[in-house]
């Protein structure tokens, strides 16, 4: 009945859908159309086709007013609109809220083509074109009009030279001359008007760092000779006559005053010097009666000193750390002339805090072809925990997977529940002085977890964790992340009758229940670009290095292959050398479609102590964000067949201690929030040696015939908050087939239903998968 329910639903949902879609026209006026879309078409022999592509678009741009967008070709806001009563008024609730879900209609009579014409004009005079001609014309069809403005630029302008007209006698005349080899302005470039702003902004950020606290880029004029012939410029660099005297002088910094603990009044900002004020390191005046901050902490992030020349750099610079510290809810700081000195400026920062503590509550669901749950995580939060900006957090967290579809098995559902309490500083703890680039604030970390697994009729599994090292950035692209020590520790509990059974049958179960403890340290690197939405190529980059065990196992002469183990805390401890790495390109095709490509490579070698990695330190693939085609740890190692325990009762655990993984995927813009992908993976784990209970899991040079692959298409939903994906994927190629039968395109049936139970996956997720 529900089922029926939600189909009725649904299909009455389309219906409305559909009739406001296609009764929008029925509506309009006598004589009138739907403005339905606005086109530029750049009339020239001497442009590429590519650059007329691109102006045509940044044209099209200007255009007023925008037409009413569609969805699947329906105008379903205009529709909408008419709906709900359209240019009338009325009292009746409902439809005045459906009218407020449209919008009304653009029609043909709303646009001006005169003025867009001279919108277009006027662009294209700014990019060089001063001899433009623009004319527009309407097409009527099916009472959609289009309307196409046909620019023809003519000839381009080029700048034939460049003269800073400026008074070099100076200090502000020498300050600007002293950078003119940096110009923005070459003999020989196009005419555009961007750049000319651009040169004003470039010789603004040069004084600003000199000390020109006063000066903006309204103080630089750029004259432009078009008059020389030949379609070239001349240009003039000058400094205003009228520039204020005030914008012309450095300004030096004089007091400084920091409020730490600022609450804002009626009152307003305080600009005059407090009384009783103490000077902090010769510098400072911290007025924070409460002792809410230790002096140190707040004054390391200000970098300017009494005396100082002001400069952007550092103006900047102090306001990024201040923020980034995570305990201000507002930070503003003023500049304003000092009283006892001339060209000085006093400075005055006002820091309002963030709540002491804080509780965040999430709650998460999952979905996926077979397995469905939720999970809850509390976390609680103490700002400023020791005086210093320190932040203190606990994470409670708990929650559950079932099975809900296919065959049920042992260790197909679970709970769990724990915590992790993390102590992070804003500085680097070490006996050795160092830290990073000054620009970035630097932290130093504490974590510690416990978390208890019960997989129901399976196994339980309590594990502890601790971890203690630094992160810090060099530059906007490049972070590294060193943990000095990291600590894994697992033991197992109430392994069930049955699970017991299953390992004596299958001796591979056995080592996800293994106790394990690993310890030593972690680095990681990450470069990434893709921030840069103007560059074509973006690229993203993850590499580790993971080390266990290595200097206490050569000290003991482990050796696994003659016995020679050794326990801690009654777990053989690991002992090995693990690489990974991740690699993204992502290539723009147009401003509404790219390409983005993945390599994951995973590399181990266990020795000493340890015959493979650990079970939680071991690779995998499979899943909504690696091989979409199979289910998440459900392919490999190599060739081995996963072993199905029981009818149809299948355990996902198939890891490795190498890996390769390949992904790449077609994404463009359908409608509005919708997008779609196609795509294609590959990829496969492997183990280090050779295990009889695992025929053709050992990487070997065949290893690129040993590859899963599969592809699907999806649909992502953008919510400029969340990305909300579904995607379909089928195996292409299965590697445990027999050798000659591992592509398997001849065996794809839509049509039937086992085929479709047993291949076609649907992963519905948060977010793209790399």
């Known amino acids: 009945m529900k089922t029926n329910n939600l189909q009725t639903a649904l299909w009455s949902a389309l219906l409305l859908i559909t009739i406001s879609g296609c009764s929008t026209k ?40 925008k037409p009413n967008k569609k969805l699947l070709g329906m105008r379903i806001k205009s529709g909408l609109y008419y709906m709900g009563g359209g240019d009338s008024t009325s009292n009746n609730l409902v439809r005045n809220w459906i009218k407020k879900l449209g919008s009304k209609p653009v029609l043909l009579s709303d646009v001006n083509r005169e003025y867009n014409e001279n919108l277009v004009r006027n662009r294209l005079e700014n990019f060089g074109f001063f001899n433009a001609e623009v004319t527009s014309d309407t097409t009527i069809a099916n009472k ?38 940096q110009s923005l302005l070459q003999v020989g470039k196009n ?14 950020n040069d004084l600003k760092n000199k000390g020109y606290y006063y000066f903006n880029p309204e103080h630089i004029l750029v004259e432009v000779d078009s008059s020389i012939g030949d379609h070239k410029v001349n240009m003039y660099v000058i400094l205003k006559p009228e520039t204020p005297q005030q914008a012309k002088n450095p300004q030096q910094i004089g007091d400084i005053y920091i409020y730490p603990n600022y609450q804002l009044g009626n009152e307003g900002y305080q600009q005059t010097k407090p009384r009783n004020a103490e000077l902090f390191r010769d510098n400072y005046y911290v007025i924070d009666r409460k002792n809410t901050f230790r002096k140190p902490v707040i004054t390391n992030h200000v970098f300017f000193k009494r005396g100082d020349k002001y400069n952007r750099h550092d103006h900047n610079l102090t306001i990024n750390h201040l923020v980034n510290l995570n305990s201000f809810k507002f930070v503003k700081n003023n500049f304003v002339p000092s009283p006892d000195s001339a060209n000085t400026l006093d400075v005055y920062y006002y820091l309002t805090p963030l709540p002491k503590k804080s509780l965040r509550l999430e709650l998460l669901g999952k979905m996926a072809s077979v397995y469905n749950g939720s999970e809850a995580n509390v976390t609680w939060t103490m700002r400023n925990a020791f005086k210093g900006a320190e932040q203190l957090s606990l994470n409670v967290f ?82 590294h992340d060193l943990s000095v020590l990291e600590i894994a520790y697992v033991q197992p509990k109430n392994i069930s009758a049955e699970y017991q059974a299953q390992m004596d049958t299958v001796p591979a179960l056995r080592h996800i229940v293994d106790p394990q403890f690993s310890f030593g340290p972690v680095y990681n690197y990450t470069y990434t670009n893709t921030m840069n939405a103007a560059l074509k190529n973006t690229f993203y980059f993850k590499g580790g290095l993971d080390l266990s065990g290595n200097v206490l196992g050569l000290i003991q002469g482990a050796n696994y292959a003659e016995g020679k183990r050794h326990k801690i805390f009654n777990a053989f401890y690991s002992q090995y050398v693990k690489i990974q790495a991740d690699a993204r390109h992502y290539l723009k095709l147009t401003e509404t479609s790219q390409l983005a490509s993945r390599i994951g490579i995973g590399w181990s070698h266990s020795y000493g102590n340890s015959n493979s990695l650990p079970y939680l330190k071991q690779y995998y693939v499979g899943g909504p964000n690696s091989l979409r085609a199979f289910r998440a740890r459900g392919i490999g190692p190599g060739s081995n067949k996963p072993q199905n325990i029981g009818q149809d009762n299948f355990f996902a655990d198939q890891t490795g201690d190498l890996k390769l993984e390949l992904n790449t995927e077609y994404r463009a813009k359908l409608a509005s929030i919708v997008h779609w992908a196609a795509f294609i993976d590959a990829g496969n784990v492997w183990l280090q040696n050779e295990d009889p209970d695992k025929p053709g899991a050992k990487f070997s040079k065949n290893f690129i015939n040993e590859l899963a692959v599969g592809g699907g298409a999806g649909l992502r939903f953008d919510f400029t908050f969340l990305i909300l994906r579904t995607d379909f994927a089928i195996p292409f190629r299965v590697p445990y087939l027999p050798k000659g039968e591992r592509w398997v395109f001849k065996d794809i049936d839509f049509g039937s239903k086992t085929w479709r139970k047993n291949n076609l996956m649907f992963n519905l997720a948060i977010g793209y998968p790399f």
């Open 26 to 65: 029925k509506h309009l006026p006598e004589g009138e159309s739907l403005y339905d879309n606005g086109e530029v078409i750049i009339n020239s022999d001497t442009i590429p086709a590519e650059y007329k592509k691109i102006m045509s678009t940044k044209l099209e741009e200007l255009l007023m007013p």
């Open 144 to 181: 959609e009009a289009t309307v196409t403005y046909t620019a023809t630029p003519h000839l381009i302008y080029k700048i034939k030279s460049v003269k800073f007209d400026i008074d070099s006698t100076t200090q502000i005349g020498k300050d600007i001359m002293a950078t003119r080899d």
């Open 398 to 479: 708990g929650g559950y997977e079932t099975q809900t579809g296919g065959s049920v098995n042992l260790n197909s559902s679970y709970y769990r529940y724990g915590a992790e309490l993390t102590l992070s500083f804003p500085r680097i703890l070490s006996p050795f002085k160092w830290s990073g680039t000054r620009k970035y604030i630097p932290k130093t970390y504490f974590k510690a977890g416990y978390e208890f697994l019960n997989r129901k009729s399976a196994y339980r599994l309590n594990s502890i964790s601790f971890d203690y090292g630094y992160a810090w950035k060099e530059t906007d692209e490049k972070q």
């Open 191 to 204: 005419y555009n008007l961007d750049i000319i702003l651009n040169e004003r902004d470039r010789i603004d």
